[in-house]
């Protein structure tokens, strides 16, 4: 069955460390997403995709990049950790020939200590 | 940029009785309303969606109703259950942004015996 997968699912950092959170989706959707979600704020947008090398800021795009390669990753790299992208990320996928539903992995906990 | 409120941000009611989550958005433009539904540790899950040319939607026990003029829309939940206890996030995509979601911060739902 496809699905859409994330690693690490924990991870504790130290700030100012590189970190990079996986993303993989066997859907072959061209849409992918990252969220991160603190309480209070819902789900933010980071950054997303509409295909293989194409790249967008979101929302809350500071300080978070990514790359896509190819259809099936979406890496999340946060260049220096700080203590406040202390998250919880989530990424998701969607098809983009028209259908909006888009589809969530089960999260990557981030702790920056 | 699109902007979504959700209402209220908690919410108890007791089983078998009907919950009311209401979000507005900014942007008229808009024309896919997705609802999504957390469970505790668990990712966010869609569960019913209407689009702009539909004024209201349902499946079994939930319900949604867009009113465009006012640009707001609710999720409904007949007969709540303990099972319905969760976060709701609803959500806003504006055309042509291939699928890109924005959304409200989230309801929590707490249905009691």
């Known amino acids: 069955d496809a699905e859409i997968t994330q690693s690490p699912r924990h991870k504790i950092t130290e700030t100012g460390r590189q970190v990079t959170l996986a993303c993989h989706q066997t859907?072959?959707?061209?849409?992918m997403f990252w969220y991160r979600q603190d309480l209070g704020h819902g789900l933010r947008l980071i950054h997303y995709?509409?295909?293989?090398?194409?790249?967008n800021k979101g929302e809350v795009s500071d300080g978070y990049s990514v790359s896509r390669s190819n259809t099936e990753d979406l890496p999340l790299t946060l260049e220096s950790a700080a203590s406040s992208q202390t998250s919880v990320y989530f990424c998701?996928?969607?098809?983009?020939?028209?259908?909006?539903?888009?589809?969530f992995g089960p999260g990557t906990r981030l702790t920056v200590t | 940029g699109e902007n979504v409120e959700q209402h209220p941000s908690t919410l108890s009611v007791q089983e078998g009785d009907s919950a009311v989550i209401k979000c507005t958005y900014s942007?008229?433009?808009?024309?896919?309303f997705p609802w999504y539904k957390q469970e505790l540790g668990k990712r966010p899950q869609l569960i019913i969606d209407?689009?702009?040319?539909?004024g209201e939607k349902k499946d079994q026990r939930i319900a949604v109703t867009l009113n465009k003029t006012a640009k707001h829309f609710s999720l409904h939940i007949t007969e709540t259950q303990p099972e319905d206890s969760a976060v709701y996030f609803c959500a806003a995509s504006i055309p042509g942004t291939a699928s890109k979601l924005t959304f409200g911060t989230g309801t929590r739902l707490q249905v009691t015996l």
């Open positions: 998701a996928s969607s098809d983009g020939s028209g259908a909006y539903e888009q589809y």
């Open positions: 942007d008229s433009a808009s024309n896919y």
């Open positions: 209407i689009r702009s040319n539909v």
């Open positions: 995709s509409y295909g293989v090398q194409d790249t």
């Open positions: 859907w072959n959707h061209n849409n």
